[in-house]
């Protein structure tokens, strides 16, 4: 039995669109501004805003969501094709609405939100117009999630 690990041919013309856009109108942005996290600085939302238009367009904004949350639905694998891509740019990951850690952030709000939460806190984060975060700390590992350790108990 083979294993074809190609990428589909549709979708390797958008990643083609991608390289070329993420090259030309994103790469420059890293030299201009270093720091695309700032989302006070209204220059920098004015840059941001035309470019995720253009993403939008191309129907790969947040391409990890399936429609119902705005993006297209096309899963993790190609999420993981597009950053091999995105990878070259701190600002392309927030001009194509997946940066972590509000991807994962963003799956976990849509899953098991309540409504009020999805209100507040997940439409401003597709809309782009909030960053999330996420903190942790065990005894055992300190902030190292691959040295925390666990165990139930039947109480």
Known sequence: MAWDFGTDPEYQKKLDWVAEFV???VEPLDLIYPN???RTNPEI???MKP???KVKEQQLWACHL???LGGPGYGQLKLALLNEVLGTSQWAPL???CQAPDSGNAEI???FGTPEQKAKYLQPLLDGEIGSCYVMTEPTGGSDPTAFVTRAVRD
Do not use: C, K, N
Request: hydrophobic letters at 35%; glycine letters at 10%; proline letters at 10%.
């Open 23 to 25: 090259r030309t109108e």
């Open 95 to 97: 001009v194509f609405g």
């Open 51 to 53: 470019l995720q238009e």
């Open 109 to 111: 709000l849509a899953h």
């Open 36 to 38: 695309p996290y700032d």
């Open 45 to 47: 939302r004015a840059l």
């Open 66 to 68: 399936g429609p119902e």
